[in-house]
């Protein structure tokens, strides 16, 4: 009798339970009724009126099922990203496409690899698919493409790289990520989650389309839950080869994309002024941010997204576990990144003005404290 045929009760299969379950961004803290959540970086300008206005009118149509083939969001990314609507596949969330990612080009015996400051959905997708999570070094806080392409062995099937990464906030010039490609084997898929790209402001960054349209191995994620302020929908894409969406829409719910997110997604997307004035906001923040912090005398790893990595000394009151006592009991509420390999610093995503001048003072205290 082999061990499932032993058990007295449901078994899940290899590697679910060495899963560690994603644990979100705080949003309250007891006893404190005004908080600003900080720790998911969540727009603070919200959603464009556009598409709350689309999301609204959907409620008139709810004993109808969604377009399985989510035809209206593509044709709005497609038409206002340049792409073409074919290699688009969109999900519930881009969380949903790495997983299907996975499901698709996973089985138990083959390996992904990650690097270790990666965001966590990819292990756990890659655990659930039965494969093994290779988790590669980073360079303090910058993707080693030489150790990645190191990691590379007859099993390997995935390649993830979060560019810009988070929590780090830092990321791959294009021209790195192309010399990655091009050490991969051609049957390793190559995942670049551009889920911040529209915050990169920098002309040596690139989200990879090109390297998506001239290969068959590379794929880019990408979400509406960031600058598009709709985390709430759960709406990203892919942009992928032909071969990829084809294999894909073959094991993904039939009409995973729901109607509400389908028309909100649509709207915002062709809302282009808000996206704008989203991506100045978040550049003028993340300066007055940083070089706050740095005056304070923390370090801040220069960021390129809607978020800061700071570090705290290892010093025992001033650590970056009480600087988040003491910001939580204010009702300022970041992200401890222990779990990303950052036990010594807090990851805050830029906020309202009153949120970010808060925090700024708030920190002042705790330090001269
Ligand atoms: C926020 C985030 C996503 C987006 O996930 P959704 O499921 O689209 O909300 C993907 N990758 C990274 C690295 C992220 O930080």
Known sequence: MNDFAKAQRPTPKAGVMDIAAYVPGKASVAGVS???????????????????????????HLSIYPDGDVRALRQAIAE??????????????????????CQTYLAPGDEAILTDHGFLVYKIQTLAAGAKPVIVKENDTVIDVDAVLAAVTEKTRIVFITNPGNPTGTYLPFD???????????????????????YVRKNDYDAGVALVSNNENVVMTRTFSKIYGLPALRIGWMYAPLHVTDAVNRIRGPFNMNSAAIAAGSAAIRD?????????????????????FTRLGLKVTPSVTNFLLVHFPDTQNKSAAKADEYLQA?????????????????RMSVGSEEA???????LTEFLKS
């Open 34 to 60: 005004k908080v600003y959540k900080l720790s998911a970086n969540e727009s603070p300008l919200g959603a464009s009126p556009h598409a709350v206005e689309a999301y609204r009118a959907t409620g008139h």
């Open 80 to 101: 206002t990203q340049g792409l073409n609507i074919e290699n688009i596949l969109c999900g519930n969330g881009s969380d949903e496409l790495l997983g299907l990612l």
């Open 176 to 198: 790195e990520v192309k010399r990655l490609h091009a050490g991969l084997p051609k049957n390793v898929l190559l995942v670049l989650d551009a889920a911040y790209a529209e």
């Open 272 to 292: 282009r002024d808000h996206v704008r004035v989203a991506c100045e906001f978040n550049a003028q923040w993340v300066a007055w941010l940083t070089e706050e």
């Open 330 to 346: 204010r009702g300022y509420i970041l992200r401890r990144v222990t779990s990303y390999g950052f036990p010594e610093a807090l």
């Open 356 to 362: 970010n001048r808060g925090v700024v003072a708030a």
